[in-house]
């Protein structure tokens, strides 16, 4: 993914872009540039980060109330100065930024160059440009008509916007698959990929659909189809504080998260956990229960770590709903043909609700039929609105790369649903029920408590930072869970890093094992406890390294491992929220250190 910002107003549009470049950044980070219109058409890119650009264009001239700013997450082309976008026009006119990945770039590149353009860097929306200039220059149409028209022959996911120096008073914007926000101001417009830049500026927003052309001046926003008709913008009102995008701080967005969790998940239950009539109230899945709990099964689709999230929902339905459920990553399930029936049900898991592998994936079964649930952060987002029924997870905005706060309020969120259908259908006991509610009601106190464990887990990482690789397993609930720290320590440390089921470390894994390799097992007192011991037991044979999340209270393997992370003892279904946490601080400092 990419960040976009964009401005069109009366104020300076440098500072404004540059400031929601920097809160975007988390977008993307191996190069920036900006585009601005004063009399002429000028960029400045940089590779790296933000401030690098910003370090390369001191003491030059950045007046002008129109721009454009992006900052890059490399896909085609090594990042580099030229690869950076903004990318201008072969005429020199244009200028264009873009998230996404156009699929047939090749195809147009190739019919391009026969016709005399000559590519000035290795990126995909450079040929987009391109592309559009030719249809200009060839049709003598306006540039929103040849964007119209490059449109419907560009294969893949966009959001673009385009200024153009002999019309300083318009941007133009498109969007499929990647999200699009619009600022609306007095007399000025903020567009960007999520409502972080926006925030400071305004309330009103519009979010841009798909297949959706945006035509904005300082004082006007219209908003067409490809088919080239008007559409009325739906304005929404932002939730967001600005506290909320800010590091507060702490060090990085990253640790910042990980300490809001009691916070997080508590606004997860809140309005929805009702203990005093011993009931859990969801309205949107409430209204859709008879379709719900009726379902022949249930397909869960989901990139990173939301796949892991839903690979622990499988469990957790299959066992209190006894709904057959398969998790599939979205990326592989839009280019599948899978079999769906009607009255299957599809629960959609993303963070942003812009995950564009996973609206690929839903919008195919939509069409055959099947009822969309939808798990996202995001009001509004696409996801959100392509889905028949849902639930929001409420974790506010999540900066860092890796999700920590989405990830538990996901499993928080996806608990309370399977409660909810298990209760509808009877296939669990009233004791039960309300145990496991009194469980969730605890979980924002009892990771307060593992959160004050940070000065041990903290040294426990310093202890293995000089690791090349690490394994980590889990049986049960707890083999997501693995799964999910294993998926930390690499987005974060760069330490390669695999999950496993612990029963499976047998087959294969166990064959790397030698004293400079750190095992961590996610070892909580569950059903398979007795099991856990017995692998524990075969790394350490091995001379392994073995770092253990456990029960607090839990001697037998407190006295084997070398190294525990004690978390309070919690119910084996709600454990994984409880359980995450400090494989995340693990992953945290042994990636800063």
């Not at 996610?522 to 456990?550: L, M």
């Amino acid at each position: 993914m990419c960040g976009i910002v964009a401005y069109i107003g009366h104020r300076q549009a440098y500072p404004v872009i540059l400031k929601g470049l920097k809160r975007l950044e988390y977008r993307g980070y191996d190069s920036a540039g900006i585009a601005l219109i004063n009399h002429s058409l000028k960029l400045y890119k940089k590779r790296g980060k933000v401030v690098n650009l910003e370090e390369s264009v001191l003491g030059q001239q950045v007046d002008g109330s129109v721009g454009i700013g992006h900052t890059r997450w490399a896909t085609h082309g090594e990042p580099s100065d030229r690869n950076a976008h903004p990318h201008r026009s072969s005429n020199g006119k244009l200028a264009m930024i873009h998230n996404g990945i156009i699929e047939n770039y090749a195809l147009l590149k190739q019919e391009l160059i026969k016709k005399g353009y000559r590519f000035q860097s290795d990126t995909d929306p450079e040929v987009l440009l391109y592309f559009i200039e030719d249809i200009q220059k060839k049709n003598g149409s306006s540039l929103e008509e040849a964007l119209r028209i490059a449109l419907k022959r560009v294969v893949g996911a966009y959001v673009i916007v385009l200024v153009d120096e002999d019309n300083p008073d318009t941007l133009l914007a498109a969007r499929k698959g990647s999200p699009l926000v619009i600022g609306i101001g007095k007399g000025e417009h903020f567009l960007a990929s999520d409502a972080s830049p926006i925030v400071e500026y305004t309330r009103e927003v519009v979010y841009v659909n798909d297949y959706e052309i945006a035509i904005i001046k300082p004082d006007e926003l219209v908003l067409k189809n490809l088919g080239n008709e008007r559409q009325t913008p739906y304005i929404q009102q932002l939730d967001l504080e600005l506290a909320a995008i800010e590091k507060g701080g702490y060090d990085h967005f990253m640790l910042k998260e990980i300490f809001e969790q009691p916070q997080t998940i508590h606004d997860c239950l809140r309005g929805r956990l009702d203990m005093a009539n011993k009931m859990i109230t969801m309205p949107g899945i409430e209204k859709n229960m008879e379709l719900i709990k009726n379902a022949n099964r249930i397909l869960i689709v989901a990139c990173g770590t939301s796949w892991h999230a839903g690979l622990e929902a499988e469990y957790i339905i299959e066992e209190l709903c006894r709904i057959p459920v398969e998790v599939e990553y979205a990326s592989e399930f839009r280019y599948r043909n899978p079999v769906i029936h009607p009255g299957d049900m599809i629960i959609a898991i993303s963070q942003s609700g812009e995950t564009a592998d996973t609206i690929v994936a839903i919008e195919k079964a939509k069409e055959q039929g099947a009822i969309i649930l939808g798990v996202v952060n995001v009001v509004g987002s696409s996801i959100a609105r392509l889905s028949h029924a849902g639930a929001y997870t409420h974790a506010g905005p999540e900066i860092g790369v890796a999700s920590t706060k989405a990830f538990t309020a996901q499993l928080t969120v996806l608990t309370m649903i399977a409660l909810m259908i298990a209760k509808e259908k009877g296939t669990i006991s009233g004791e039960r029920y309300l145990h496991l509610l009194n469980q969730l009601n605890e979980l924002p106190e009892k990771v307060s408590k593992v959160l004050e464990n940070v000065d041990l887990i903290k040294q426990v990482a310093l202890r293995y930072v000089g690791a090349s690789d690490a394994l980590f397993l889990g049986r049960g609930y707890n083999f997501p869970i693995a799964l999910e720290g294993a998926l930390k320590l690499k987005e974060i440390s760069y330490i390669h890093a695999e999950g496993y089921p612990a029963a499976e470390m047998k087959h294969g894994p166990i064959a790397l094992v030698e004293e400079t390799l750190p095992v961590v097992f996610v070892a909580t007192k569950d059903a398979s406890h007795e099991k856990i011991v017995s692998n524990i037991q075969e790394i350490k044979a091995r001379k392994g390294k073995v770092i253990a999340v456990i029960t607090e209270g839990d001697h037998i393997i407190q006295g084997m491992a070398d190294d525990v992370l004690p978390v309070p003892e919690t119910d084996e279904i709600v454990a994984p929220v409880i359980n995450t946490i400090p494989l995340q601080l693990l992953a945290y400092y042994m990636g800063v250190d």
